[in-house]
């Protein structure tokens, strides 16, 4: 004998069976293609897609309203351009790929409607006409050859950008139109428009354009007749080779200025997200929500979080079981509507599995306002009562039925009139009578559900805060309406994550004013609480105390209440603290026995370490003045060192010229040395600030340096011509040793009665050096041993050269650069 099964497990047997019908319905429809489908793009006037379908008799044709046909459900092949096909190649997704014949973007002028010249893009914002783009399905690919015309091989989208804005900004741009007076399009578009009759003038921009092979992208090896050029000539397209139908198509020296793609990763590194860009900066729309599928994808991956983290707050801060419930079940249900639309998104639209997996987003969407009137109804009952009425359980019959109406769409239209035996009944579609009970059975329990918990908390403090939760079901009123309607800023929008987000939001918000409770254990939470708490109401009685709190007289509840936020302070060790609440305050005690010691404990570290701080202080004082002490010791020490032995000779010469024994020349030779001892400290103390003099300092610590030397030396007798000048930064240092150089040089010719020197500044690549001509007597000259080894140091190079009766002394430093030591 057969035992009567439970009420619960017939639900879940009914249920199993719908999702059963349900998948293998699904699964039936996408059997419809499969691996003799052969997809084609849903162009207007183009008659490619009859004359392959005619030669492959084995398969079924299709059209695809995607911008890049995908191999979908097995399909055998696809239509496809070439910069999409080759790296399909590369990549496994396909084994075979037929190019047939040419797509170049060219300007299509109705010279039955406009005379206007054009010769190429930058013609067209002066030609005083509205502009078509025909870019419906490829018109990414079209931008990009507007944009390389205009930009050339280094070009970006930007630059087609530009000029496309410009016209819509003029409100002379109209997108998926062939009917205006000028049209952005393919030539072999342009040539079936001109077989049926219009007066089309096809001009290939003088600026350039690109030229796209277009075929049949494929998995399996296809056979084509070998007639297959000349109906593809026939039906007025242009083959790869470049023949064609002569009378639709310009002559072949119109198209030399049409190139193909030669580099199709970087083309995609330009176009990458070109759809987007299009519509956002040419056509200003979609600035707001998502621009193409791959926005589309990531925004759905974010909400799908946003979702997840909010279930998991909900979950955290509620403790009634009802409301934890209910926002488990709003919750996955809002990501199963989202994840039945991300599947449907990787499929064709025009297709039945799409359809049916758009017809499927009503499960979740209308289940949405069940759940949250359930929520409404359950708030104030035990988990015992509240499970769903009577009344809820028709609600959810008459949900089924609807749910039924809209999956048999197909035998009625009466939910959404769709047209199936057109192609694009995906995108012209309307509504019907159906369409609207489901809108009235989604608004009508969602506002039933506010209005329930508004009544249910009346006594609410803060139940002023329902206008929150209704704004936002007033906003997601409009937004069905205005979806409804078309009206762009809705229809360009994504119906799905916006209701999810304005059900999270009447959710939260109804969370957030108290609607919905999400605590119910107050009393026992408060009576456990280690806090001393209690919560007064405004007529000065008790609602919630912890069996920790202490009475209060009513002149200390006063004096805390006036104080607050400050607390006050019944005795040493307490203070008091309140807060105003909606409807009362809370007050709470804090014992400060231990703060009170910490303090003071505090008070006497700070004591100690404000002494201890003022003897690291004094000691800091004392030890930088030692150190002051100590680098100024060091550093005259070096500067005695650079200019000892010329201080003891100068203070030789001084004396005996002292002694009346001088003469005039000796009295120069004084200067000059004089001279050249002020100059080497000021070099000393400006090496110590910096490593390296610029160009510009150069001149001052090069040319007023030595032409100083140079006019004492003139009253020596001696004539001194220095030329050039460094054009380099260059180190102190080297300076100091170029200074050093030159005076020892003079210094010996002024010995030596030499009557005149020749100096000049050489600067080579990687390298300057000063040279000096001096009699053939200078043959004898040494730069002295302190030179000579600061020379070598510093990298420096010294030579004398044996001219007949002159001689050259050079001394040449390789690096010069900035930095250089």
């Not at 390296?692 to 610590?701: C, H, M, Q, R």
């Amino acid at each position: 004998m057969m035992k009567k099964r439970p009420a619960k497990a017939k639900a879940c047997a009914v249920a199993l069976a719908l999702l059963r019908l349900i998948f293998f319905s699904l699964c039936g429809c996408a059997a419809s293609g499969g691996e003799n489908m052969v997809y084609f793009f849903d162009e207007k006037y183009t008659s490619y897609p009859d004359v392959s379908a005619s030669t492959l008799p084995d398969y079924t044709a299709g059209r695809s309203n995607r911008p890049i046909p995908s191999l979908q459900g097995n399909a055998a092949a696809t239509e496809a351009f070439d910069v999409h096909a080759l790296p399909a190649l590369e990549n496994g997704i396909a084994e075979y790929w037929y190019p047939q014949y040419l797509a170049t973007v060219v300007i299509a002028v109705d010279r039955d409607r406009t005379d206007a010249v054009i010769h190429g893009w930058n013609d067209l914002p002066t030609a005083g006409e509205t502009v078509g783009f025909a870019g419906v399905y490829s018109g990414e690919l079209l931008f990009a050859a507007v944009s390389y015309g205009l930009g050339g091989e280094d070009f970006t989208l930007a630059d087609g950008a530009g000029l496309l804005a410009g016209l819509q900004a003029q409100w002379r741009f109209s997108t998926g139109s062939y009917d205006e007076p000028i049209v952005i399009c393919y030539d072999h578009l342009a040539a079936a428009m001109i077989k049926e009759g219009r007066n089309l003038e096809i001009i290939v921009p003088v600026e350039g354009t690109l030229t796209y092979e277009r075929g049949l992208l494929s998995k399996t090896e296809l056979e084509f007749p070998g007639d297959m050029d000349s109906m593809l000539i026939s039906a007025g397209l242009r083959l790869t080779d470049g023949r064609c139908d002569e009378t639709l198509y310009p002559d072949a020296a119109a198209y030399e200025n049409a190139d193909r793609v030669s580099d199709i990763t970087r083309f995609h590194s330009i176009c990458l997200g070109g759809t987007r860009y299009f519509r956002r900066a040419v056509l200003q729309t979609r600035l707001y929500t998502t621009a193409d599928g791959r926005e589309h994808q990531l925004v759905a991956l974010l909400y799908m979080i946003v979702v997840v983290v909010w279930l998991s707050t909900v979950m955290r801060r509620s403790m009634q079981k009802s409301v934890r419930r209910s926002a488990l079940l709003t919750g996955i249900t809002l990501l199963g509507w989202m994840i039945v639309r991300t599947i449907k998104w990787q499929l064709i639209d025009a297709t039945t599995p799409g359809r049916y997996l758009w017809f499927s987003y009503y499960i979740f969407e209308l289940a949405l306002p069940l759940l949250v009137l359930w929520l409404a109804w359950a708030v104030d009952r035990s988990a015992e009562e509240a499970r769903p009425p009577k009344w809820l359980r028709i609600l959810g019959v008459i949900y089924v039925a609807i749910i039924v109406m809209v999956f048999t769409n197909d035998l009625h239209n009466f939910v959404f009139q769709i047209d199936l035996s057109t192609i694009t009944w995906a995108n012209d579609y309307g509504e019907g009578i159906g369409y609207l009970i489901t809108r009235i059975f989604y608004y009508i329990p969602l506002a039933a559900a506010l209005i329930m918990m508004f009544i249910k908390t009346g006594r609410n403090p803060r139940r002023k805060g329902v206008i929150f939760p209704a704004a936002f079901f007033a906003a997601l009123v409009i937004y069905g309406v205005g979806y409804s309607l078309r009206i762009p800023l809705f229809w360009e929008s994504d119906i799905t994550m916006f209701t999810g987000a304005f059900t999270l939001l009447i959710f939260e918000a109804s969370l957030r004013t108290g609607l919905i409770p999400v605590n119910s254990k107050y009393d026992a939470l408060f009576q456990n609480s280690s806090l001393g708490m209690r919560i007064i109401s405004g007529d000065k009685k008790t609602v919630l105390s912890s069996a920790r709190a202490s009475e209060y007289d009513d002149d200390t509840v006063k004096s805390a209440a006036a104080s607050s936020p400050l607390p006050v302070q019944p005795d040493e060790n307490t203070l008091l603290f309140a807060t105003g609440i909606p409807g009362g305050n809370a007050f709470w005690r804090e014992d400060i026995t231990k703060l009170n010691q910490l303090r003071a404990e505090a008070s006497e570290s700070v004591r100690r370490l404000t002494a201890a701080n003022a003897v690291l202080v004094q000691e800091e004082k004392i030890k930088r003045a030692v150190a002051e002490e100590a680098e100024k010791m060091k550093l005259m020490s070096k500067l005695d060192d650079e200019i000892s032995g010329h201080i003891s000779k100068l203070s030789d010469m001084i004396a005996h010229l002292g002694n009346g024994a001088g003469s005039p020349s000796d009295t120069a030779r004084a200067a000059l040395l004089l001279c050249y001892v002020k100059r080497r400290c000021n070099l000393f103390f400006r090496e110590q600030e910096t490593e390296t003099l610029s160009a510009d300092e150069l001149t001052y610590y090069t040319v007023v340096y030595t032409n100083e030397l140079n006019d004492i030396a003139a009253h020596l007798g001696m004539k001194i011509i220095l030329t050039g000048e460094i054009k380099t930064s260059l180190s102190v240092r080297k300076v100091t040793i170029f200074y050093d150089f030159y005076y020892s040089v003079v210094e010996w010719a002024a010995g030596h009665n030499c009557s005149g020197i020749l100096a000049q500044w050489e600067n080579k690549s990687g390298s300057v050096a000063m040279r000096l001509l001096l009699p053939e007597e200078a043959r004898a000259f040494s730069p002295g041993a302190a030179v000579s080894a600061a020379i070598t140091e510093a990298g420096g190079v010294y030579a004398l050269r044996d001219l007949d009766d002159t001689v050259s002394l050079n001394l040449t430093f390789t690096e010069g650069g900035e930095g250089d030591a």
